[in-house]
Antibody, heavy 118, light 114 residues
Framework: EVQLVESGGGLVQPGGSLRLSCTASGFSFSSQWMHWIRQTPGSGLVWVSRVTGDGNTKDYADAVKGRFTISRDNAKNTLYLQMDSLRAEDTALYFC???????????WGQGTLVTVSS | EIVLTQSPDSLAVSLGERATINCKSSQSVFYSPANKNCLAWYQQKPRQPPKLLIYWASTRESGVPDRFSGSGSGTDFTLTISSLQAEDVAVYYCQQYCSVPPDTFGQGTKLDIK
């Protein structure tokens, strides 16, 4: 059974940094693209970033490009999202997710809440 | 970036009746190499992550009840629940995965019992 467990969320001041983690099990982690998706009450579901199984190719949404960095440690079956220069509009519930068939996100974690506020 | 617009934003349907949710794409999401449409549907209940219901516009995910069906092609798609059950109360989202990045989602449709 696929399991994705996010952690690392919390309250941070504008301009601050936070690193999210997603620990995976139940599938071949190093073979899968991994994604971060965030959700806010106002903006719904928004894709944030993705990384290939080998970690060499990374993509970002325009809203986070230059501020967020996705990475992974395949030895630890863990995905990361380093978030720098945080803004109030980054406040959201952050999910990690996979798409094993490249057709929709078939598994999601429960999410970790990031709040950016002074 | 492909924009997905769902309609309605919310609806209320009686138990046992049909519920229909629409998703319109700003560009075609037909993927010629696969001869399929890159459109997925999700169900999200309170305090839970989204759950994949349908992919390739009409293929049900394993374990999803057959009262859920997806249809459409190109730019216009529909999620139909043939006979609404109480456990179907949720927010439903469409998503395209053709023109990526970014994957994009519709704004969501809230489904309640009338």
């Amino acid at each position: 059974e696929v399991q994705l467990v996010e952690s690392g969320g919390g309250l941070v001041q504008p301009g601050g940094s936070l690193r999210l983690s997603c620990t995976a099990s139940g599938f071949s982690f190093s073979s899968q693209w991994m994604h971060w998706i965030r959700q806010t009450p106002g903006s719904g579901l928004v894709w944030v970033s993705r990384v290939t199984g080998d970690g060499n190719t990374k993509d970002y949404a325009d809203a986070v490009k230059g501020r967020f960095t996705i990475s992974r440690d395949n030895a630890k079956n863990t995905l990361y999202l380093q978030m720098d220069s945080l803004r109030a509009e980054d406040t959201a519930l952050y999910f990690c997710a996979i798409s094993r068939r490249s057709a929709g996100f078939d598994s999601w974690g429960q999410g970790t809440l990031v709040t950016v506020s002074s | 970036e492909i924009v997905l617009t769902q309609s309605p934003d919310s609806l209320a349907v009686s138990l046992g009746e049909r519920a229909t949710i629409n998703c319109k794409s700003s560009q075609s999401v037909f993927y010629s190499p696969a001869n399929k449409n890159c459109l997925a549907w999700y169900q999200q209940k309170p305090r839970q992550p989204p759950k994949l219901l349908i992919y390739w516009a009409s293929t049900r995910e394993s374990g999803v009840p057959d009262r859920f069906s997806g249809s459409g092609s190109g730019t216009d798609f529909t999620l139909t629940i043939s006979s609404l059950q109480a456990e179907d109360v949720a927010v439903y989202y469409c998503q395209q995965y053709c023109s990526v990045p970014p994957d994009t989602f519709g704004q969501g449709t809230k489904l309640d019992i009338k």
